[in-house]
């Protein structure tokens, strides 16, 4: 270690709270208050209303940005009350990034929002910013991350914000103080930067202001009571407001108000430390500030302040530290521009990977070491927007990265509270992901490797291990967890793929083809030529019942209502036509109805259809009964010759059509069986107890000896299902597309008589025209296939994107959904698939490349000759 800062380190004073910490920090100190004009916030302890449309709880860049969008699109009585001081909390002492890059697609829409937003903020408000945009690299050291950033970069020729793959030459032009023997390439954000958090936040409360919101503090709320009508009663010791709806922004203290409407938030405050350095004469000497350097493998961020450096690392998930005792007793009261005890000792091989990269570091003094509290949901993405089983209770909470998320994510919920519907969708964030599986002890499991994780390697179908299994993992766990490797599903675990003698087993990442390939196709052609079965109890599943409940789903769905003892396939849509959800709906009994959806959808629907019971007050019961019920899926030529040994029930094809449901026993096990199969091939969903889980899988494998029965996983069914054409919701639709577009027709019934929620708008959509349309292509490549959001290009231009793909094990090439114009969506159109930084020549083909069972079965008797 350098002599200078290791002499540093030992002099550093590491007190425990400070109330300015930065006193050498950018030209706008963070956190301070000097930042803004106009000198310091004035407090305003007074409610001044005891009415308002929106409650927003919490004054932190969040908050204050939501009470702005609110205010600015013209909605009158917004209130945002905050406990201690805008700012407090989190904003204040945070390092400020601003980046365009995100591997989630539309989660770089909101990156790309807000820095917009704050290159305009100082002139509309008045407030200085600032805002510094020198750009940012994140650096590849290893040819993993190289294949990593190429990857990425498949990913950003459809979004509009810039991004390059740059060499080492290009790198070491932009920052020139690297140690380039450690650089293979460079992730390039020209637009990237930092700000900072103090000013942003005031120019956003300037801006609120000045549009009509009520900003009030220090004012905290000591209740929230729900009253019948949906509305709220803030309480504050100033008195009380009686709300429409109120928007958790709290930051750390989420959980706290979380508790007071009987929910426990998954979040926990992780101490983040970064160090600030006085001036280096090699960076006061440069000519343009450094762009900001996002070191992969040494898991920091580094970036110019006044004439020094700012770095800060993330720790190991061993070496990391919560501030668990938050969690179990509460935020300590007064707690607001506080820091935590710094411990350098846990970072200190960041710093030497640091000075190995940027060698000037080693010869620099440390002038600031802060150590603050961040919030992290278990998966590290933030808990943006309204909350299942609690009416108009909306959060915005979990923010590990607040400061380039707060002004997107204010735009984002204030359209979605305006206008009934996300604007976009941004699933990965929503609440409901998490539910009661998720416990403190999880939460903190996973905190812990998300920020470990931080800047591990991004690979397809990405596995994390820790605080798994769950209590929720699913009956099979036990019996299969030894002969598979298992997907975590909403607190589920799921077999992806199962293991054979011979094979390399384990989770083994890869951007290319890798150890599950070959046996994937294996259990393909299980279920093409035998019979497999496959644990489906991840599902969502609800009963619907009561006077109404026709009434209701045709309402609700955009297909008819299956009749008695039948299944169809129907969409939930928003108001402006967007596919909301997906679900199976089965009529069990006269006007009692089992609604089925993915596992990551469970309360995502729930909640939507909750929401449309209440608004047309309709008498309907609906009971969650996910977790009562497994699920197994029995496909293939062989499946009903497997099933019939085990039932005196006829499964003929004359007595048990294609999508008819029934009750019947299996083994003296009772299941209501679903012909229905996601493989497109002969087979059955078969809903039952969960504790009848083990023995009626048993009772099928032992059945299903001479037939060669065999299980598979969710990797052959994804082959399966593309090979069908079968569309999949969060891919081929969501509330980006509409379903038109995503081409289910077949599924939307505009003339059915009642007035379906969307029906309206998809009339206009149909005649106005279509601008883009979701095609199958084909695509001959190496050893790697197409995954979903890959860039599609026509004569040099990026023209759309894939939305999911996988290698077809029947055509020996990959396969891929993707959308493209109008005009280049004809069978046989040429086009080309960017991977790993190589465009693939591609043809849009007719689908489905497999014919499905029930439609080859009609061909067959008709006298064709169906393709398989």
């Given at each position: 270690m350098g002599t200078l800062l290791r002499a540093a380190l030992r002099r550093l004073p590491t007190p425990r709270r400070h109330r300015c910490p930065l006193p050498a920090a950018a030209p706008r100190p963070l956190g301070c208050g000097a930042g803004t004009q106009g000198g310091k916030e004035n407090p305003s302890p007074s409610l001044r209303k005891d009415k308002a449309d929106t409650v927003i709880i919490g004054g932190g860049c969040v908050g204050v940005s939501l009470a702005y969008h609110l205010a600015k699109a013209g909605l009158k009585d917004v209130i945002l009350l905050e406990k201690s001081e805008l700012t407090a909390g989190s904003t204040w002492h945070a390092a400020g990034l601003t980046t365009y890059f995100h591997p989630g697609i539309n989660l770089k829409k909101i990156h790309a929002y807000s820095i917009k937003l704050y290159e305009k903020l100082e002139e509309e408000t008045?407030?200085?910013?600032?805002?510094?945009?020198?750009?940012?690299?994140?650096?590849?050291?290893?040819?993993?991350?190289?294949?990593?950033?190429?990857?990425?970069?498949?990913?950003?020729?459809?979004?509009?914000?810039?991004?390059?793959?740059?060499?080492?030459?290009?790198?070491?032009?932009?920052?020139?103080?690297?140690?380039?023997?450690?650089?293979?390439?460079?992730?390039?954000?020209?637009?990237?930067?930092?700000?900072?958090?103090?000013?942003?936040?005031?120019?956003?409360?300037?801006?609120?202001?000045?549009?009509?919101?009520?900003?009030?503090?220090?004012?905290?709320?000591?209740?929230?009571?729900?009253?019948?009508?949906?509305t709220w009663e803030v309480e504050t010791p100033l008195g009380v407001i009686q709300a429409k709806r109120i928007v958790n922004t709290a930051g750390f203290w989420a959980r706290e108000i979380g508790k007071m409407v009987g929910l426990e938030h998954p979040l926990i405050p992780v101490h983040h430390q970064y160090v600030v350095t006085s001036t280096i004469p090699e960076v006061k000497a440069l000519r343009r500030e450094l762009p900001v350097i996002r070191d992969l493998e040494g898991s920091y961020y580094l970036r110019q302040e006044r004439d020094g450096l700012l770095f800060g690392p993330y720790e190991s998930e061993k070496k990391m530290k919560l501030q668990d005792s938050w969690v179990t007793n509460g935020v300590p009261p007064g707690f607001g521009k506080e820091l935590f005890e710094s411990d350098l000792d846990r970072i200190m091989e960041h710093i030497e990977a640091a000075m190995e990269m940027v060698p000037v570091l080693k010869q620099a003094n440390i002038i600031n070491t802060i150590a603050g509290p961040i919030t992290y949901s278990p998966d590290i993405l933030p808990m943006v927007g309204p909350h299942q089983g609690v009416r108009n209770y909306w959060v915005a909470i979990g923010f590990g990265y607040g400061i380039i998320h707060a002004g997107g994510i204010g735009k984002y919920l204030s359209d979605w509270i305006l206008e009934g519907e996300p604007p976009f969708d941004l699933i990965e964030l929503d609440p409901n992901r998490y539910g009661k599986w998720t416990t403190t002890e999880y939460t903190a499991a996973k905190a812990r490797e998300s920020y470990g994780f931080n800047n591990i390697v991004g690979y397809p179908k990405e596995e994390r291990f820790a605080g798994r299994p769950t209590e929720r993992a699913g009956a099979l766990y036990d019996l299969l967890r030894s002969k598979c490797s298992m997907g975590f599903h909403a607190g589920w675990e799921q077999p992806h793929w199962f293991y054979k003698p011979g094979d390399e087993i384990g989770y083994k990442p890869s951007f290319r083809r890798t150890n599950w390939f070959d046996p994937v196709g294996r259990e393909y052609k299980q279920v093409m030529e035998k019979v497999g079965v496959i644990d489906l109890s991840p599902f969502g599943k609800f009963k619907v019942k009561g006077t109404d409940s026709v009434k209701l789903l045709d309402h609700l769905f955009a297909n008819v209502v299956p009749k008695v003892g039948t299944t169809n396939i129907s969409h939930m849509l928003t108001p402006r036509g967007k596919v909301y959800a997906e679900l199976t709906v089965s009529q069990l009994y006269p006007g009692e109805f089992m609604l089925v959806t993915g596992s990551g959808s469970e309360l995502h629907d729930l909640r939507w259809i909750e929401e449309e019971i209440v608004r047309g007050g309709y008498k309907v019961e609906i009971e969650n009964v996910t977790d009562e019920m497994g699920v197994l899926g029995v496909a293939g030529p062989y499946a009903r010759q497997?099933?019939?040994?085990?039932?005196?029930?006829?499964?003929?094809?004359?007595?048990?059509?294609?999508?008819?449901?029934?009750?019947?026993?299996?083994?003296?096990?009772?299941?209501?069986?679903?012909?229905?199969?996601?493989?497109?091939?002969?087979?059955?969903?078969?809903?039952?107890?969960?504790?009848?889980?083990?023995?009626?899988?048993?009772?099928?494998?032992?059945?299903?000896?001479?037939?060669?029965?065999?299980?598979?996983?969710?990797?052959?069914?994804?082959?399966?299902?593309?090979?069908?054409?079968?569309?999949?919701?969060?891919?081929?639709?969501?509330?980006?597309?509409?379903?038109?577009?995503?081409?289910?027709?077949?599924?939307?019934?505009?003339?059915?008589?009642?007035?379906?929620?969307?029906?309206?708008?998809?009339?206009?959509?149909?005649?106005?025209?279509?601008?883009?349309?979701?095609?199958?292509?084909?695509?001959?490549?190496?050893?790697?296939?197409?995954?979903?959001?890959?860039?599609?290009?026509?004569?040099?231009?990026?023209?759309?994107?894939?939305?999911?793909?996988?290698?077809?094990?029947?055509?020996?090439?990959?396969?891929?959904?993707?959308?493209?114009?109008?005009?280049?969506?004809k069978v046989g159109q040429k086009l080309e698939v960017e991977l790993l930084g190589k465009n693939y020549s591609a043809t849009v083909i007719q689908e489905p490349l497999v014919l499905t069972e029930p439609t080859r079965m009609r061909l067959q008797r008709k006298g064709e000759s169906p393709k398989i």
């Open positions: 008045g407030q200085a910013v600032g805002f510094h945009q020198p750009g940012s690299i994140r650096i590849a050291s290893t040819p993993t991350r190289v294949d990593e950033f190429k990857y990425q970069m498949t990913r950003a020729g459809w979004h509009p914000t810039e991004q390059y793959l740059i060499t080492p030459e290009k790198v070491q032009e932009l920052f020139p103080l690297l140690n380039m023997d450690m650089v293979l390439a460079g992730l390039y954000n020209p637009g990237d930067g930092h700000i900072d958090p103090y000013s942003l936040t005031m120019a956003l409360a300037a801006g609120a202001r000045k549009y009509g919101a009520q900003l009030n503090y220090p004012v905290q709320v000591t209740n929230l009571n729900p009253r019948s009508d949906g497997v099933l019939q040994k085990l039932t005196a029930e006829d499964l003929s094809d004359v007595s048990f059509k294609f999508l008819q449901s029934k009750h019947l026993k299996l083994s003296d096990i009772a299941v209501t069986a679903i012909r229905i199969s996601y493989t497109g091939e002969l087979g059955w969903e078969l809903y039952h107890r969960k504790e009848d889980s083990v023995a009626l899988y048993s009772a099928i494998m032992e059945a299903g000896q001479k037939e060669g029965i065999d299980n598979f996983g969710t990797y052959a069914l994804n082959a399966l299902r593309l090979e069908k054409g079968f569309r999949a919701w969060g891919a081929e639709m969501n509330c980006d597309t509409n379903p038109l577009e995503a081409g289910l027709e077949y599924f939307v019934k505009l003339n059915k008589p009642a007035d379906f929620i969307g029906k309206q708008t998809l009339k206009q959509i149909k005649e106005k025209g279509l601008k883009r349309r979701l095609v199958y292509l084909t695509l001959q490549t190496d050893d790697v296939d197409p995954e979903g959001n890959e860039s599609v290009w026509h004569n040099g231009k990026v023209i759309g994107n894939t939305t999911s793909g996988s290698f077809s094990y029947s055509a020996q090439r990959s396969l891929a959904f993707a959308y493209v114009p109008i005009e280049l969506s």
